[in-house]
Every structure is written in C-alpha cells, then in structure tokens.
C-alpha cells in the first residue's frame, strides 16, 4: 500500500494536516505528517504569546529553530522515508515552503521516492526561494503586511517570529488575504491557530536548486491552486515551466484545485479525491 509523507510548510506543522489524513484513511490510504525539527511538539510556545502577551519580552525569548537548516529538515524526511519504504511504495507531498524541503530530499534520495506531489510549494530550478519573491510573478504579493506582526530581530534570535495571536484587524486581515480568503472567519481564526510563531530562516542556496539527474528522475505532479495569493498562479505556472525545461522527458503532471492557500487542507475531500488517484500500486522504482 502507497503512503503519502506529507510536508508542511513555514510557522506550520503536522497538526493542519489532520484533516486531510483523516479524508485519506477513510478511503482507505495510509499516511505520516511529518514535523521538521523545531515544529509541532518541538516548537517554542513562549509564556510572553500567551494572554495578555508581552511582544517585548516575547522578542527577545530563545527559541528551539534557532540554528535549523534545510539539511536538517532533509535528514527528518528521509528518515521518515525509510521506514515507510519497509511497507510499500511512497509518494512525497510538500506544501508550499515545504517544496525546498522536498527539493532537497529527492536530490539527495530520489530511490526513496515513487513521486513526489507539489501543492502550491517551492520547486526552485532557475533561482534560490528567496530570489522568486523579487521576480514579477510576485510582484502582487504584500509581504509588507505579513510583516506587522513580525516580533523581535531575526538576525539576532537567528530565527524568524511572528505573533499569530494579534488582534491587530490589519495584521489579521492581511493573514485572511494572504492564507484563507475564501474561507469563513471562523475556519480563518482555527486555521491561524494551528500555526507556531517560529520559523527557520535557512531556505536553502543554488546547491539545493531541483537536480535533473536526481529529482528530475522521480514522476511528479504539480497541483496549483488557482485562487492562492501567497503563491499566485503566475509563480505556479512558473515553476512548471522550469521543471519542464529542466527534465523536459520527465514533464510535471499538472492538476489544479479552486480556492487559496490552506483551503485543500481546511475543507479536504477534493484533495484527498486527486491524491487517490496518485497512489502507487506497483513501483518499478522499488
């Protein structure tokens, strides 16, 4: 039986996969969330971000991601993927910051993979994940607003925080917009906490770029997300492209889900019903 490993992506972790684990199992496939390190259980919940918070002293608190890089969250998966591969095939899943993490696995273990599945996530092939936030398939992007709940120096605690617990109706609108437009209020405020306040700063360098003789040989889908905004549609469609023209024999399947950012995982069945039908019964990898 194929297991889906399923990646999360930045200030996220297993637990906004749940949802979707459980439309996975009742029609009857396996899957493991993973948490890279400092996220879920591992992350740092400070006394200062909870109620009444204190941001000055919450901006200076230590935090366990201090230090992590994108080889250290490679490593969590390709253990994960070894033991999943003792009991079937595997299909590999990232979600969008996530995708430089996927990235980096396949280039290093493309033998652990059957395929790996793209949901609105980064697969850097012409440029760092970084550099793509300065080209114009970003350029409607607001990343100023997200960062007005940005709490402390980065470079000084060696991480990135944010306060996902404003109240600020101009942060919390900004997050709305930028995560679950097309959700209720309701389902926006219990998706928002799910998220952990600390994230990674290492997205990884050109070494880390998608690799034609390793990730290029692993089948591969891309699912866009046609009303994101974190990651609009011209970005998506761009990085097929370069994976195309990269492994142009190995092309990106393409399929594509309504809605935003985290709508495939806060209302799940349509997902669940598309990664059905990637399942892997016999792998000519294995």
Request: glycine content about 8%; proline content about 7%.
């Amino acid at each position: 039986m194929t297991t889906f490993v399923l990646v999360h992506g930045a200030f996220s972790n297993s637990f906004l996969f749940a949802p979707l684990q459980a439309e996975l199992a009742l029609r009857g496939h396996r899957s493991a969330a993973v948490d890279l390190p400092g996220h879920g259980f591992e992350a740092t919940y400070a006394r200062s971000y909870q109620a009444p918070q204190d941001l000055a002293e919450l901006g200076a608190v230590p935090g366990s991601i201090r230090g992590v890089t994108l080889a250290d969250n490679a490593a969590r998966v390709i253990e994960t993927l070894e033991r999943a591969r003792e009991h079937g095939p595997t299909v590999l899943l990232a979600h969008s910051r996530g995708g430089a993490t996927v990235t980096a696995v396949a280039n290093a273990r493309p033998d652990l993979i059957d395929r790996l599945v793209y949901v609105s996530a980064w697969a850097p092939v012409d440029l760092e994940v970084g550099a793509y936030y300065a080209e114009p398939e970003m350029a409607d992007v607001d990343a100023a607003a997200l960062m007005g709940a940005l709490v402390g120096d980065p470079a000084e605690l060696g991480l990135l925080r944010t306060n996902f617990r404003s109240a600020d109706p101009e942060v919390l609108g900004a997050f709305k917009e930028a995560f679950l437009a097309d959700g209720t209020d309701e389902e926006f405020l219990t998706a928002l906490n799910t998220f952990q306040p600390d994230e990674n700063l290492d997205v990884g360098t050109s070494a880390d770029r998608a690799q034609a003789d390793t990730w290029g040989t692993v089948p591969r889908t891309f699912v866009r997300l046609e009303d994101d905004t974190s990651m609009p549609l011209a970005m998506q469609d761009r990085l097929i492209r370069e994976g195309d023209a990269l492994t142009p024999d190995n092309p990106w399947d393409v399929r594509t889900l309504p809605g935003s950012h985290l709508m495939w995982l806060v209302r799940p069945g349509p997902a669940a019903e598309l990664l059905g039908d990637l399942t892997v019964p016999d792998s000519p990898r294995r």
